[in-house]
């Protein structure tokens, strides 16, 4: 059990603490994380603090360790909150929800694949091809949303830039037969301008292994900033576009909109009288291309803007050359966001349960997995790691930070509610 866990490692459960302080629980978990022990209970709540690198606790031989037991028969480990929350949901047939939340760099998305595996490795004993298919979609669809969705900052190589919660749909069995994934609150001002020392949106860097893609933009990835992780995603993205169900004519048009998105960091404007014009023209014909418009239709959008007069009539009014700058980026921060829920829509439609007929399959149930995010710019919010989306601070889990300055390496926690 958790708390007989050698007492050199500290205690595996907080609730074990002798005396419940700030001290006494940093110091707690301070010893854990530099014996190797990166997993602490709160009741039912783990507490994981990122080791920023490769560790032998996943895998097909840890989850069978896990795999039916109650949560304080082995060590504190994300697979334990996972198995409780499934066994719960297939004794009780109630709907449950794990949720995941810390600062950035703390390793929720890392987690939530691992909770995602360990539920795929635990279903569909009977092998159903259908089921297998549902779980092989729920698992790839990861790969593709975090190309679009996610990118480096100073805190993580892999960070979330939107907000995700994925339903995953249960037969009376206990095996997936779907699920649901509601994206929001996407980071379009980054694809814009980002940190120093960030990155934009992975797929940006993937694309440019698509010859056709690459071109000198304002908007377009240095070389330097390039990871020799870049193409090898770039083949991975392609794959699980594949598996999930993209046609080609599809993922080409994914590759195309990306396109549109870096020449338009090339459109520049000029002044002419009272008039603004497109300083380098030839790049409408390419955008009109790409896009499949007419240049007179996208001239117009970019040099003007509707206009409704008293009378019910509209009009067309020309942007100032400061306008016409903001339209430009509005437009290209509006057309990553559509294309961003546009996949996420197109993965919905392969993974949503279909043909359910609870009089003939039994009970529905849930199991949901809430990725919490932060959007922290550090040099101004250093003293609030957990960010509410509303100008202040979540309620429940900053406590934990409010001393965090003495330690380098952040936290996640994960609570799994039934």
């Given at each position: 059990m958790a708390e007989q866990e050698s007492l050199e490692f500290g205690k595996a459960d907080f609730v074990l603490l002798d005396q419940v302080t700030m001290e006494h629980f940093m110091e707690n978990l301070k010893l854990r994380f530099e014996m190797g022990?990166?997993?602490?209970?709160?009741?039912?709540?783990?507490?994981?603090?990122?080791?920023?690198?490769?560790?032998?606790l996943y895998g097909k031989d840890v989850i069978e360790q896990y795999q039916g037991r109650e949560l304080y028969e082995?060590?504190?480990?994300?697979?334990?909150?996972?198995?409780?929350?499934?066994?719960?949901?297939k004794r009780?047939?109630?709907?449950?929800?794990?949720?995941?939340?810390?600062?950035?760099?703390a390793g929720k998305t890392e987690a939530s694949k691992y909770i995602m595996q360990y539920i795929a490795a635990i279903t569909n004993p009977s092998q159903r091809e259908e089921v297998e298919r549902v779980k092989n979609v729920l698992l790839k669809s990861n790969c593709v949303l975090e190309a679009f969705g996610n990118a480096k900052t100073n805190r993580n190589d892999n960070s979330s830039r939107f907000g995700k919660y994925m339903d995953i749909n249960f037969d009376f069995k206990g095996d997936p037969t779907g699920g649901h994934i509601n994206n929001y609150l996407l980071e379009k001002s980054r694809i814009l301008h980002?940190?120093?020392?960030?990155?934009?949106?992975?797929?940006?860097?993937?694309?440019?292994?698509?010859?056709?893609?690459?071109?000198?933009?304002?908007?377009?990835?240095?070389i330097s900033q390039l990871l020799t992780s870049d193409q090898s995603n770039f083949k991975a993205v392609a794959d699980a576009m594949k598996v999930i169900g993209f046609s080609p004519e599809e993922i080409n048009s994914?590759?195309?909109?990306?396109?549109?998105?870096?020449?338009?960091?090339?459109?520049?404007?000029?002044?002419?009288?009272?008039?603004?014009?497109?300083?380098?023209?030839?790049?409408?014909?390419?955008?009109?291309?790409?896009?499949?418009?007419?240049?007179?239709?996208?001239?117009?959008?970019l040099l003007y803007r509707a206009v409704a007069t008293g009378g019910g009539e509209v009009i067309e009014k020309g942007h100032s050359g400061k306008e016409a700058n903001y339209a430009r980026d509005a437009c290209a921060k509006a057309i990553y966001e559509r294309l961003f829920c546009w996949i996420v829509g197109r993965i919905n439609?392969?993974?949503?349960?279909?043909?359910?007929?609870?009089?003939?399959?039994?009970?529905?149930?849930?199991?949901?997995?809430?990725d919490i995010y932060g959007f922290e710019i550090f040099e101004s919010n250093r003293e609030r790691p957990f960010w509410d989306g509303e100008g202040g601070l979540s309620q429940g889990a900053p406590w934990i930070l409010q001393e965090w300055g003495k330690f380098s390496l952040p936290v996640t926690l994960t609570l799994s509610s039934q």
């Amino acid at each position: 059990m958790a708390e007989q866990e050698s007492l050199e490692f500290g205690k595996a459960d907080f609730v074990l603490l002798d005396q419940v302080t700030m001290e006494h629980f940093m110091e707690n978990l301070k010893l854990r994380f530099e014996m190797g022990r990166i997993y602490t209970y709160i009741g039912e709540v783990v507490v994981s603090m990122n080791p920023y690198k490769q560790t032998q606790l996943y895998g097909k031989d840890v989850i069978e360790q896990y795999q039916g037991r109650e949560l304080y028969e082995r060590p504190p480990h994300l697979y334990a909150v996972a198995d409780a929350a499934y066994k719960a949901m297939k004794r009780r047939a109630k709907d449950t929800c794990i949720v995941i939340s810390g600062e950035s760099g703390a390793g929720k998305t890392e987690a939530s694949k691992y909770i995602m595996q360990y539920i795929a490795a635990i279903t569909n004993p009977s092998q159903r091809e259908e089921v297998e298919r549902v779980k092989n979609v729920l698992l790839k669809s990861n790969c593709v949303l975090e190309a679009f969705g996610n990118a480096k900052t100073n805190r993580n190589d892999n960070s979330s830039r939107f907000g995700k919660y994925m339903d995953i749909n249960f037969d009376f069995k206990g095996d997936p037969t779907g699920g649901h994934i509601n994206n929001y609150l996407l980071e379009k001002s980054r694809i814009l301008h980002q940190q120093p020392g960030e990155r934009n949106f992975h797929s940006f860097y993937q694309a440019g292994n698509h010859s056709s893609l690459i071109c000198s933009s304002p908007l377009h990835p240095p070389i330097s900033q390039l990871l020799t992780s870049d193409q090898s995603n770039f083949k991975a993205v392609a794959d699980a576009m594949k598996v999930i169900g993209f046609s080609p004519e599809e993922i080409n048009s994914v590759y195309k909109i990306l396109a549109t998105i870096l020449h338009l960091g090339n459109v520049s404007f000029v002044t002419e009288g009272d008039a603004v014009a497109i300083e380098n023209r030839e790049l409408v014909s390419q955008l009109a291309e790409l896009t499949s418009t007419q240049p007179e239709s996208l001239l117009r959008t970019l040099l003007y803007r509707a206009v409704a007069t008293g009378g019910g009539e509209v009009i067309e009014k020309g942007h100032s050359g400061k306008e016409a700058n903001y339209a430009r980026d509005a437009c290209a921060k509006a057309i990553y966001e559509r294309l961003f829920c546009w996949i996420v829509g197109r993965i919905n439609t392969v993974i949503e349960v279909k043909n359910y007929d609870a009089r003939l399959h039994g009970k529905n149930t849930v199991i949901a997995v809430l990725d919490i995010y932060g959007f922290e710019i550090f040099e101004s919010n250093r003293e609030r790691p957990f960010w509410d989306g509303e100008g202040g601070l979540s309620q429940g889990a900053p406590w934990i930070l409010q001393e965090w300055g003495k330690f380098s390496l952040p936290v996640t926690l994960t609570l799994s509610s039934q």
